[in-house]
């Protein structure tokens, strides 16, 4: 008579039951290993140059393949494309350089942009001026979609200071509209 111990069943059910262990556990040490890599502290657009407070590091529980991981020097350099808040940094969204754009000091008064508008986002600027004599005020889009470099507010008026990425070919016109009428900024991304 057969013993229990030599039946080929049996000895095959315990096999595969030890392999289940084995991969089972392979698994979850696998799933518990973290890796650090970048994270956006907010949301940035295309073109944006990486600033220390625009990125931290976070541990996550993933291969890391593809992300800019603790060893990658993101500080400095520009985004491929939008990205929003929270959002791991891929390395493919890196690059060296950014377009070539002048920076352009823009006043803005009281409530003609949006009070939470700040680095990184992209406005419409427009512009609007009211004729003497009749009394018909013109209006039209100056610029679509700039980058904000820098938001500052002032406390005499309420009025706040933007530092806009203006490509070269269309600082003259904002520039005229500057001295010529009003300007608004109207945010076009969220």
Do not use: C
């Not at 069943?9 to 290993?33: D, E, S, W």
């Not at 940035?44 to 993933?62: K, M, N, Q, R």
């Not at 020097?73 to 891929?90: S, T």
């Not at 009003?182 to 076009?188: G, K, N, P, T």
């Amino acid at each position: 008579m057969r013993t229990i111990t030599h039946e080929p069943r049996v000895i095959a059910g315990i096999a595969l039951m030890i392999a289940a262990t084995i991969i089972g556990a392979l698994f979850m040490q696998r799933a518990t290993q973290r890796t650090t890599v970048w994270r956006l502290s907010h949301s940035l657009t295309a073109g944006t140059v990486i600033g220390s407070s625009d990125v931290h590091l976070s541990e996550v529980s993933i291969d890391g393949g593809g992300y800019a991981g603790a060893g990658t020097a993101v500080v400095g350099r520009a985004l491929k494309h939008d990205i929003g808040a929270g959002e791991l940094l891929p390395v493919a969204a890196l690059t060296a350089h950014s377009p070539k754009l002048d920076e352009v000091s823009v006043p803005v008064a009281k409530l003609h942009a949006p009070p939470d508008l700040r680095r990184g986002q992209r406005v419409d600027v427009w512009w609007s001026s009211k004729t003497s004599s009749t009394n018909l005020v013109s209006t039209a889009r100056v610029l679509h979609a700039v980058r904000v470099l820098g938001v500052a507010t002032s406390d005499v008026g309420g009025g706040q200071g933007m530092v806009l990425a203006v490509p070269p070919a269309q600082v003259r016109a904002l520039v005229l509209a500057l001295r010529s009428g009003e300007i608004d900024l109207a945010r076009v991304d969220r």
